[in-house]
């Protein structure tokens, strides 16, 4: 719920503008990366993911940009609505296909747009 | 189609109780996960089962238990609750390895430990 947006990096953007959403991964040997969007009160919902063989990937208003060089990782979410409010965390592992039971996720960072 | 369900929703527990946390998922996912989340912090994993009969420890294990139940049912029990086990918990699923990872996450149970 409410708890989950607790002293995290806050991003606050006007209805219809983009968001760009950053995440700093810790280790170079990660090989996929995934996006998650939590909603108050839901459990987290998949986004968008990428695999570390290529640095950009689109889906529906979405774009994820890796830069394996810096080790980071964004989302961007054009034409923002009020529904994109949410808490976005990114994900990664060394174990692209395998049990996600070496997934480390980020803290998150929490979008809020303004009508 | 439910996807992932966990029951409850919200507990109330005295320190020193015992609880078992209910998931089941209707997606034929082989992999099954607990997580637990605290304010400010991303999802860290209590337990996981990669595929039915086996179960491994995650990264924040211990106070905790979990059975695989089924290929659909993947339980977590705490045994004696701690004030520091308050959280919200989320379990998850996803596809065996080989095929997409991503995962589907239930609704949460919201636990509190006084």
């Known amino acids: 719920g409410e708890s989950v947006g607790l002293h995290l990096p806050t991003l606050s953007v006007q209805e219809g503008d983009n968001s760009i959403i950053n995440c700093a991964y810790s280790?170079?040997?990660?090989?996929?990366f995934i996006w998650y969007k939590q909603e108050s009160g839901k459990g987290p919902q998949f986004i968008i993911d990428i695999r570390s063989n290529m640095d950009k990937r689109q889906g529906q208003r979405v774009t994820v940009l890796l830069n394996k060089t810096v080790k980071h990782l964004s989302l961007q979410i054009a034409a923002t609505q009020p529904g994109d409010s949410a808490v976005y965390f990114c994900?990664?592992?060394?174990?692209?296909?395998?049990?996600?039971?070496?997934?480390?996720f980020g803290k998150g960072t929490k979008l809020s747009v303004k009508p | 189609n439910a996807g992932v369900t966990q029951t409850p929703k919200f507990q109330v527990l005295k320190t020193g109780q015992s609880m078992t946390l209910q998931c089941a998922q209707d997606?034929?996912?082989?992999?099954m996960y607990w997580y637990r989340q605290d304010p400010g912090m991303g999802l860290r994993l209590i337990y996981y089962?990669?595929?039915?009969?086996?179960?491994d420890k995650g990264e924040v294990p211990n106070g905790y238990n979990v059975s695989r139940l089924n290929k659909r049912e993947f339980s977590l029990r705490l045994e004696s609750a701690a004030p520091s086990q308050t959280s919200v918990y989320f379990c998850a699923s996803s596809f065996s390895p080989g095929r997409n990872t991503e995962a589907f996450f239930g609704q949460g149970t919201r636990l509190t430990v006084v």
């Open positions: 280790n170079s040997a990660s090989d996929y």
């Open positions: 997606m034929n996912h082989n992999s």
């Open positions: 089962s990669a595929s039915e009969g086996t179960t």
């Open positions: 994900a990664e592992t060394t174990n692209y296909g395998g049990s996600q039971g070496n997934l480390i």
